[in-house]
Structures are given as C-alpha cells and as structure tokens.
C-alpha cells in the first residue's frame, strides 16, 4: 500500500493530496450511502408483503437511510477547500475533480439501487401502479433528508436513540424561511441526478447484454471442431 502510495505521489500529487485529506469523511459517507442498499436485498426479495414486524422496522431503517445515498452530492462544499489545498502542482481537473465525480457517482448509483429494488418489489406484490408516486415520495424524502443532514447536521439514527431532541431540530429548521427553498432545490437536484443514473445504468447494462448474446451467437454459430 505504501508503495502505490508512493509511486502515486510522484505521478498525482494532487490525488494523494486528496485522499489523505478527504479518506476518512469520503470514506464514511460512502458506506452511510451503500447501507440502504443492503437493506433493500435483505427486504425486498419477497413475493408477499410481509406483515412481520421485524420486515416493518426494516423498512423504517430503510427510509431514514435512504436520504444518506444522494446526500453525497452536498459533499462539494468541500471542494473548494481541496481546490485551494493544491498546491503541489498538477492539474485539479485530473486529480481532484474525479474524486469527487467517483463520490457521488458511488452515491446516486447506491440510491438507484436502493430505490429500484423497492419498485420491482412494489410490482411482485402486485402494487406497480404505485411505482411512480413512490418514486417523487423516496425524491421528496431525501430532499428533506438531505436539507436537515446538511443544514441541521441531524444523523438518520437520531430519529430512533433520540426522538425527543431530534423532533425539535427538525421543526426548528423546517420552520425557517430559507427551508422550502433549498428543499425544492435539493429535489430537482435529486431528480435530475437520479435520471441519469438511470438512464446511464440502463444504457450500460442494455449494451452489455447485447454484447454478450452477440458473443454467444458468435461461439454457438462456429462449427464444431471435427
């Protein structure tokens, strides 16, 4: 590790610069960001709707983590301080820029996941027609998620260890002028951040399905060896 460390300190001195500065909240905020995913494969594989208590409270956990995926994108308050960090030379679009772009690249790939395992479950249980409005509810959610994450610095796990204290930062900030503003920002940031992902994982896997039935095509129409 030390090595590539320090064969990337004499290519990249500004990505070394970065990942020492940044690993750890970087690094944090990533995993926040992935556990909805693995809460939506433990909780949405069913064919039922489960009527379990624990399936319920999973649920619950799902929802207050959710906002933790696209949350990532308020990240870039940081980049200016990393900008101004560089001052080793070489180019930030090259070595500080990608980071961030793999940040939240990580982050609304974690959040189409998460939110397209709970649509396909919605369609199993025979709840499809839902689909689109659960999708504007999970957008609005997370813009809400992401306006107290950010503006009242409130964790997804507040909510549950600490109700009390978490209820009233949340109707402190939700109460303040500049709230519905930056909520409705957030959201069309959400959304838009969300439809390309999707557009670009459907495109991606579209074209790797194809190649693989060309190839498949390929192999099953040579002639077998005599």
């Known amino acids: 590790m030390m ?3 320090g064969v990337l300190e004499q290519v990249a001195p500004n990505l070394v610069d970065v990942l020492r500065r940044d690993m750890w909240w970087m690094g944090w905020n990533t995993l ?24 319920w409270g999973g649920l619950v956990l799902f929802v207050l ?12 308050v940081h980049l200016r301080t990393d900008i101004v ?28 996941l998460a939110l397209g395992a709970a649509l396909r479950h919605l369609a199993r249980v025979g709840l499809g027609a ?9 957008h609005a959610l997370c813009s809400v998620g992401i306006f107290l994450g ?3 610095r409130l964790n997804s796990w507040e909510p549950v260890v600490d109700p ?21 920002g957030t959201f069309a940031v959400t959304w838009l951040c969300h439809f ?21 095509a390929t192999v099953t129409s040579r002639p077998a060896p005599r």
């Open 130 to 138: 839902w689909q689109g409005r659960v999708t504007i509810a999970a």
């Open 32 to 55: 926040l960001a992935w556990i909805p995913v693995a809460l939506a494969w433990a909780l949405f594989r069913g064919r039922q709707l489960s009527r379990s208590p624990f399936w």
């Open 150 to 152: 950010r503006w009242a």
């Open 164 to 184: 009390h204290a978490a209820a009233e930062r949340i109707v402190v900030q939700l109460t303040w002028t500049w709230a519905p503003v930056l909520i409705l």
């Open 65 to 76: 983590f959710l906002p933790n995926a696209p949350y990532v994108v308020t990240d870039l």
């Open 85 to 112: 960090a560089a001052d080793k030379g070489g180019p930030v679009v090259t070595a500080i820029l990608p980071v961030y772009a793999l940040l939240i690249g990580s982050g609304f790939l974690a959040y189409y």
């Open 3 to 5: 090595e590539i460390m």
């Open 196 to 216: 390309m992902t999707r557009a670009i994982a459907e495109a991606s896997f579209d074209a790797t399905v194809r190649s693989v039935r060309r190839l498949h």
